[in-house]
């Protein structure tokens, strides 16, 4: 059956001090910590990017993009997200994405007041309309004050 597709994608990094946050594409100013990563630490693109490919079983996104190539250092998250949709479509037998649900899971700060901006930027990277992005913020309830994860499902039809 090749007219409906889902894909899985999680992603986690550390936070630290220094670093820049940036979620679904979107800069967030006031964030103590950024997440240290070898590109810009998007988890959230970077769990859809996987869910982008592990719909159509083509790897993920360390065997697209290696962290050990330098022409991927400080990557912008969202370049390599559409380079990854690319492929996906390209094996989608001119199926698309149709909807993608998101969790990402942060302790500060609070990422309501971002939401628009960070459904926005998604809807326009997946050529999605706005209520079919689906993201939720949730906290770790202090359990992982230093981690920042996100996890997201793609759904293709
Ligand atoms: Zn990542």
Redesign the pocket.
Known sequence: MDDLRIGFGE?A?RLAEGRPLVLGGVPIPEAPRGAV?H?D?D?LL?AVTDALLSAWALGDIGAHFPDTDPAHAGADSAALLRAALDTALAAAGGLRPQQVSAVVTLDRPKLGPHRAAISASLAALLDLPLDRVGITFKTSEGLAPDHLQARAVVLWG
Do not use: N, P, R
């Open positions: 992603d990094h990563a590109s630490g988890a970077h």
